[in-house]
Each structure stands twice: as structure tokens, then as C-alpha cells.
């Protein structure tokens, strides 16, 4: 009997329709464009973006606190790292370049990295661990700038010029979301250019890509990776980006790589529009989002499915959890629920 009532509940369960997502805007209307989220756990999130502006949520986006940050009340922060409720670096973009820590949850503010050079212009951090972190920028005399921590953001040093990747000309890399740095292995990052030309980076590797290039605002946008060291592997990523001066146009705006970025494949149905930011929830599931709206996939990114016309910057999971939560202009903060 006990097995006769067990698969008439196997069999109930795989007739139960799946669980399909949706974004509920949690928040908007703060004068701010976000391109900045980290997502420590499902209840701590923070934000950042222009106007010198910080948010964070210590019960997973039901409330909100902004701060403007004092003295930087005209800084775009473009990304931010967030630890716990009481300590974040923010990333302030161009001249000068800043980098910004808090100890006590945003109310006061240290500058920890100051560059002045001219060109200087940041674009995305990424952190192994609580200590270990890197910080990328836009070329300088003709390669990227690169800097790196290794006391949770206390100190930063620049990586000596003649060891920097050597760049393109007309070749960059886009202060998007801040994700078009990822964590590689327990040594190594690996990041993604845009622009005249539109290449991967990894360790001595110089890798050009597929995706839409040739004009300034084309290229990849994001990078993410998903059997990281963590996972023994590195080997599977997918890349976003296309032309944000078209943000409807699927043209050549994402590629898959099961080989650590050797060899690339377009999807069959690919994402609907410029997407600046990608996100592996597993193996199978991601999200993109961008200017007209989020994308899902849940087959690794090979078909990919409109889910919101809601526009917004940067998506990203909890370090340590399960909640997925988006940003954008305006303001806007949003989450993906399950239906």
C-alpha cells in the first residue's frame, strides 16, 4: 500500500506545473540611478549609485535606508561590495577614482583609494573572499588599470603598469553593473571588454569573442561563471552585452562556453534586447536583465524567456541564500518571485 501511495505522489508532482518567475518592484522614485548591488544573505542588501547615493535593506527589501554619502553628494558610485549590515566598499567611477569603506553600516565613510590621474575611470570590483579583492578601470596609455586588496578593502594596491593587459584601440570596458569581472579560481579573475573590439581576459589569455562589437557602445557588458574554483572547474560562462544605443535589438548579445571561454555558441533563442548584466542561480537557471526589461533561462542559457518589461541594471543572488533582487534607474529595486 505504502508504495502504491508513493508513486501516485511521484506521479502528482511531475503533472504540478513548474514554478515560473516574475519581478515584483519592491521600490522606486530616489533620485538616483542604481548600478551597484550586493546581496550579503536573503534579509541584507545594498545598493549604489549616483548622487552620491547608498541604500541597504536589513529585512530583504521591505524597508529601505538612504544615505548620501558627505562630501560625495555628486559621486556615481557605480559598484558596490557589502560584507555584512555593517561593512561595504563603494567604487566611485572617474577623476578622481575613489574607493570608500564603511564600518558601521553606511553612517560614516573612509577613503580608502584615491587616483587622480587623468583617464582614470573604474569599472567593477570583485571579491574572492572577505579579505582578497580586485578592482578594474578603463585603459591608461594602452592598458587596463588594475588594483588589488588583500585586507577586506583597507588598503589597495595598483598592479605595476607593465603587467597590466594590453588593450585595444577603442577597446574598453563598461561600468554597467559591475559585473563584467568575475571571480575565475582561487588565484584568478577573469573579465570581459566592449566597444572596437570585445574580448575575454583570463590569466595570459586574450580570447575575442563573437558578440556585437565595432562602435563604442557595443560589446560585452557582464560576465558570469559558474563552476568557479569553489565548484572545481571555471569552464562554464555565459556573456551579455550588445548596443545600448539599441536596447531592443538581439543581435549577437549572448554567448555560452562550456570550455573556460575556448569556444563560444550563440543561444537559439536569445535574449530580447541589451542586456548589461548576467547571473547564474544553478547550473541550468539565469537571469539577464537590461534596459526594456529581464530575461530567464532554464536551460543554461541556450533559450531565453521574457519575464518582465520592468528595465534595470544589475541582478544578482544572495551570497548566501536564495533571494535574487534587481536594480535600476529611478531608484528602482525589484525581486524575483516564484509563481
Not at 204 to 218: A, F, H, N, R, V
Amino acid at each position: 500500500m505504502r508504495s502504491i501511495l508513493l508513486f501516485l505522489f511521484i506521479s502528482l508532482v511531475k503533472l504540478l506545473p513548474a514554478q515560473t518567475p516574475s519581478v515584483e518592484v519592491l521600490t522606486s522614485g530616489t533620485r538616483t540611478s542604481i548600478r551597484g548591488l550586493s546581496v550579503v544573505n536573503d534579509n541584507i542588501i545594498w545598493v549604489s549609485g549616483s548622487n552620491g547615493t547608498v541604500g541597504k535593506s536589513n529585512n530583504g527589501g521591505k524597508n529601505w535606508k538612504w544615505i548620501t554619502v558627505k562630501g560625495f553628494e555628486k559621486t556615481d558610485f557605480r559598484d558596490i561590495e557589502a560584507f555584512d549590515a555593517s561593512n561595504a566598499i563603494i567604487m566611485g567611477i572617474a577623476e578622481p577614482a575613489y574607493i570608500l569603506k564603511t564600518m558601521d553600516g553606511g553612517e560614516t565613510w573612509k577613503v580608502v583609494y584615491e587616483n587622480k590621474t587623468k583617464g582614470m575611470f573604474l569599472d567593477a570590483m570583485e571579491f574572492w573572499n572577505e579579505q582578497a579583492g580586485i578592482v578594474i578601470g578603463d585603459p591608461i596609455d594602452g592598458r587596463f588599470f588594475i588594483s588589488r586588496t588583500f585586507d577586506g578593502g583597507s588598503t589597495w594596491q595598483d598592479i605595476p603598469f607593465d603587467k597590466r593587459p594590453v588593450a585595444d584601440s577603442g577597446e574598453a570596458c563598461f561600468a554597467a553593473s559591475g559585473t563584467n569581472i568575475r571571480v575565475l579560481d582561487k588565484d584568478e579573475a577573469v573579465f570581459v571588454s566592449g566597444g572596437l573590439k570585445s574580448r575575454l581576459y583570463k590569466r595570459d589569455e586574450i580570447i575575442s569573442m563573437p558578440i556585437i562589437q565595432g562602435k563604442e557602445t557595443t560589446g560585452a557588458n557582464s560576465i558570469s561563471v559558474w563552476d568557479t574554483y569553489k565548484r572545481k572547474g571555471g569552464k562554464n560562462m555565459i556573456v551579455v552585452g550588445g548596443d545600448f544605443n539599441a536596447d531592443s535589438s538581439s543581435q549577437k548579445n549572448c554567448f555560452i562556453s562550456s570550455d573556460g571561454g575556448k569556444t563560444w555558441h550563440e543561444p537559439s533563442t536569445p535574449p530580447n534586447g541589451y542586456r548589461s548584466c548576467v547571473e547564474y542561480v544553478s547550473k541550468t537557471d539565469v537571469f539577464s536583465c537590461g534596459l526594456n526589461g529581464v530575461d530567464y533561462s532554464l536551460n543554461g542559457g541556450r533559450d531565453w524567456r521574457w519575464i518582465s518589461k520592468e528595465g534595470f541594471h544589475v541582478c544578482r543572488i544572495a551570497k548566501i541564500g536564495t533571494s535574487i533582487f534587481l536594480a535600476g534607474g529611478n531608484g528602482k529595486i525589484g525581486k524575483i518571485v516564484w509563481k
